[in-house]
């Protein structure tokens, strides 16, 4: 069974960087979309970046351009270079495996963002 895991978290000050990485139990990227979320406290989980097994990658237009997304297939691990992080960007950040209607979601790692 596919297990992810988040780490990289922190805080970070506005206009700061951070690099979260997803280490998932198996070389699944060939077979599985990866996709990272956030859930701010009070709100919704949402979509931030996502990766089809083929390569094609989906942002939330309020990272576009700060965050971007990239496997390494060798280590099995999917990262998420944040840039230019502003208090918004607050939040619990959680990584998951998806195929065929079927999601595996990793604990979370916390993200903040604040001087």
């Known amino acids: 069974q596919v297990q992810v895991v988040e780490s990289g978290g922190g805080l970070v000050q506005p206009g700061g960087s951070l690099r979260l990485s997803c280490a998932a139990s198996?070389?699944?990227?060939?077979?599985?979309?990866m996709a990272w979320y956030r859930q701010a406290p009070g709100k919704q989980r949402e979509l931030v970046e996502h990766?089809?097994?083929?390569?094609?990658?989906n942002y939330a237009p309020s990272v576009k351009g700060r965050f971007t997304m990239s496997r390494d297939s060798a280590k099995n691990t999917l990262y998420l270079q944040m840039n230019s992080l502003n208090p918004e960007d607050t939040a619990v950040y959680y990584c998951?495996?998806?195929?065929?209607?079927?999601?595996?979601w990793g604990q979370g790692t916390q993200v903040t963002v604040s001087s």
């Open positions: 998951n495996a998806n195929r065929s209607g079927s999601i595996c």
């Open positions: 198996l070389s699944i990227f060939r077979f599985y979309g």
């Open positions: 990766i089809t097994s083929g390569g094609t990658t």
